[in-house]
T-cell receptor, first 117, second 116 residues
Framework: GAVVSQHPSWVICKSGTSVKIECRSL??????MFWYRQFPKQSLMLMAT?????????EQGVEKDKFLINHASLTLSTLTVTSAHPEDSSFYIC?????????????FGAGTRLSVL | AQKITQTQPGMFVQEKEAVTLDCTYD???????LFWYKQPSSGEMIFLIY??????QNATEGRYSLNFQKARKSANLVISASQLGDSAMYFC?????????????FGTGTRLQVFP
């Protein structure tokens, strides 16, 4: 399957700092990528759809100024958690769709565990 | 109403046996796709199998098969010859529409434990 790389895999930061998470499609181009958040023992919750060259589309209830998304190239989307607070601690994971065998499959990165102290 | 329902929070299966993980969905869109992902404790989401709403045959990928019953709106995952490494969370997901810009909706997941 297609490979999506996510970095960093783990980050610990102080309250009030900003954290940037990168999501790269390694062997294909992705004009759209998706960012999810997952709390312990829960399912994935879509935060936003990242669109190359245009503004991201945020899901209801997700703060745009808090979670900045940039999709500057066909292989890279970044999520920046601005002024992080302990309640932002969570598992963040991205995905990118790739067409293979006439099917649109979403492939996921390995995820980023964010701990805000 | 829930779009994707996984009614089994946890399942146990003995090694080498088959196990079925249930998934039902709700949509009025005639064009949709159904996915199963495996999430081990490391957190990554591993794509297992896909079924399109217009696919005539049930999807199969190695030890994984999808029991697609369109009239019942169910898309159960069957894992044959379970292995210890199959222990993980399993998520069913649906995409309404066929575009790669259409988002996935996930179920709440089923934790599978394979014992020797």
């Amino acid at each position: 399957g297609a490979v999506v790389s996510q970095h960093p895999s783990w980050v610990i930061c102080k309250s009030g700092t900003s954290v940037k998470i990168e999501c790269r499609s390694l062997d294909f181009q992705a004009t759209t990528m998706f960012w999810y958040r997952q709390f312990p023992k829960q399912s994935l919750m879509l935060m936003a759809t990242s669109n190359e060259g245009s503004k991201a589309t945020y899901e209801q209830g997700v703060e745009k100024d808090k979670f900045l998304i940039n999709h500057a190239s066909l292989t890279l989307s970044t999520l920046t958690v601005t002024s992080a607070h302990p309640e932002d601690s969570s598992f963040y994971i991205c995905s990118a769709p790739h067409r293979t065998s006439n099917k649109n499959i979403q492939y996921f990165g390995a995820g980023t565990r964010l701990s805000v102290l | 109403a829930q779009k994707i329902t996984q009614t089994q929070p946890g399942m146990f299966v003995q090694e080498k046996e088959a196990v079925t993980l249930d998934c039902t969905y709700d949509t009025s869109d005639p064009s949709y796709g159904l996915f199963w992902y495996k999430q081990p404790s490391s957190g990554e989401m591993i794509f297992l199998i896909y079924q399109g709403s217009y696919d005539q045959q049930n999807a199969t990928e190695g030890r994984y098969s999808l029991n697609f019953q369109k009239a019942r709106k169910s898309a159960n995952l069957v894992i044959s010859a379970s292995q210890l490494g199959d222990s993980a969370m399993y998520f069913c997901a649906m995409r309404e529409g066929r575009s790669n810009t259409d988002k996935l909706i996930f179920g709440t997941g089923t934790r599978l434990q394979v014992f020797p």
